[in-house]
């Protein structure tokens, strides 16, 4: 599928897609015209870069991440290193530290709204 097809199917727009690609998580044969070509397990893997965006991480720690989640047969993969294994461990840590905070945060606004309704 060419890249706004992609795009379409996924939500995401086609500089984010080219952006992807520049930095290796992304890859797409080339037409004899030149344009890019994505095999239909592209929208899958354009979809699990979004989730791990949206967790925090950064686009060095995806790549890294993207051959160690799961094979094509769905089985998990047995490509992660122990150090990879630490790095996630950590990233998932400053994710339940941040959710943390929220939830204090929200318990603070949640008081000075319960005082402000009562005064």
């Not at 015209?33 to 899958?44: K, L, S």
Request: glycine share 8%; net charge negative.
């Amino acid at each position: 599928m060419r890249i706004g097809e992609l795009a379409r199917h996924t939500g995401v727009s086609e500089r984010s897609l080219r952006y992807y690609e520049a930095q290796g998580l992304l890859a797409a044969d080339r037409t004899p015209g030149g344009h890019r070509d994505y095999p239909e397990a592209a929208v899958d893997r354009v979809i699990r870069i979004q989730e791990l965006y949206a967790a925090g991480l950064h686009s060095e720690k995806i790549r890294q991440l993207l051959p160690c989640m799961r094979d094509q047969d769905g089985g998990p993969s047995t490509v992660a290193t122990p150090r990879l294994v630490a790095d996630l461990t950590a990233e998932r840590d400053r994710i339940d530290r941040m959710i943390a905070d929220l939830v204090r945060s929200r318990d603070t606004l949640d008081e000075v709204i319960q005082a402000a309704e009562a005064g």
